[in-house]
């Protein structure tokens, strides 16, 4: 995973966050380059790992799912290793190391309640390095965050490249057969995975996979994620914003901090803080000013905990480099 990019390379990398399928003529359409300089920069960024290609479930579309985020205090001397652990996890899509290096920070959709009580009820009390953790159930997720890729782009850009936003309503879930969840398990893996082999995999013709691809995109079963370090885009400051707000204006706080520039992720959640927001911003005077300028004005905000993000170890369901599994001596 390379440390840096010049502009060229950060641009083709926001148009493969905007649009994670993108063709490299589209991407070189949108951006006014050649497509033989998107062919030329774009396939080394996903060969050595720079960019990452995936897909996340929508929990409201999968029913047995319980979404959580916890907050996981640490001996500090064990911090990275728990974080390996719960990386290493199938069931957990983000871990962070956050504050003072004594916390961690992680969402997990988990198959079911019987598999949250395994992990609030017997593997956490189990991990000797963990001294306590809070539990908090996404109860919504605003669906407007979940198009942040398409704010790194020019909007004329965005047009050109043809971005296929999330759905910002939800449809009630229906029944997939065992072809969709083939055809779920291949992107995940591989977002950008030919309709052929994705054909392949699924069982069915490439015209019926893809089809088939673009309802699940369509209905929001899925997103599509291009996974990347966003310093390397000029983003460095990552922070976890925990609100709270009077219930009754809830639903409107979401939805307008959903929109707002910097942020990737809001939910609101059940415990003391019922509204979560995941805030990038290129330093820390844009932090300030998002605070000051996009909370601050918000009379039905009634306090907001903001913490740093120091480390990430998983990011939309992929392991970060340099957080190898680890043994068992994280107990």
């Known amino acids: 995973m390379r440390q840096s990019l010049d502009e060229t390379d950060q641009r083709i990398a926001a148009a493969l966050i905007a649009s994670p399928r993108a063709t490299w003529r589209s991407v070189a359409t949108s951006l006014g380059l050649s497509e033989r300089t998107v062919v030329r920069r774009a396939g080394p960024l996903f060969a050595d790992?720079?960019?990452r290609a995936t897909a996340e479930r929508n929990p409201i579309r999968f029913p047995r799912l319980v979404p959580m985020a916890l907050r996981i205090r640490c001996r500090p001397d064990r911090i990275r290793t728990v974080a390996s652990v719960l990386a290493h996890r199938a069931d957990t899509l983000w871990v962070d190391i956050l504050g003072?290096?004594?916390?961690?920070?992680?969402?997990?959709?988990?198959?079911?309640t019987e598999e949250r009580n395994r992990l609030l009820l017997r593997d956490l009390p189990a991990t000797a390095a963990v001294h306590s953790w809070t539990s908090h159930t996404l109860l919504r997720i605003f669906p407007a965050s979940l198009n942040w890729g398409s704010r790194l782009l020019a909007e004329e850009e965005t047009e050109r490249l043809g971005v296929r936003p999330f759905p910002l309503s939800s449809r009630p879930p229906t029944e997939l057969s065992a072809a969709d969840m083939a055809l779920i398990q291949a992107v995940t893996e591989d977002a950008r995975t030919?309709?052929?082999t994705l054909a392949q995999r699924a069982g069915t013709t490439a015209r019926t996979a893809r089809r088939r691809l673009e309802a699940l995109l369509d209905d929001g079963t899925i997103r599509l994620v291009t996974e990347t370090d966003l310093a390397l885009l000029?983003?460095?400051?990552?922070?976890?914003?925990w609100l709270s707000v009077r219930p009754s204006a809830l639903?409107?706080?979401?939805?307008?901090?959903?929109?707002?520039?910097?942020?990737?992720?809001?939910?609101?959640?059940?415990?003391?803080?019922?509204?979560?927001?995941?805030?990038?911003?290129a330093d820390l005077d844009g932090l300030y000013r998002f605070l000051t300028d996009s909370i601050g004005d918000m009379e039905q905000v009634t306090s907001i905990e903001t913490t740093p993000v120091l480390a990430?170890?998983?990011r939309t369901g992929l392991i970060r480099p340099g957080f190898a599994k680890p043994g068992r001596s994280s107990r």
């Not at 003072?100 to 079911?112: A, C, F, K, Q, R």
């Not at 809001?266 to 509204?275: D, Q, R, V």
């Open 49 to 51: 790992g720079t960019l």
């Open 100 to 112: 003072g290096g004594d916390e961690i920070s992680t969402l997990v959709y988990l198959e079911g």
């Open 194 to 196: 030919d309709y052929a």
């Open 234 to 241: 000029g983003l460095s400051v990552k922070t976890q914003l």
């Open 251 to 281: 639903q409107a706080a979401g939805e307008r901090l959903s929109r707002e520039p910097a942020v990737r992720f809001t939910a609101a959640t059940t415990g003391p803080a019922n509204l979560l927001v995941m805030v990038t911003t």
């Open 312 to 314: 990430t170890a998983k």
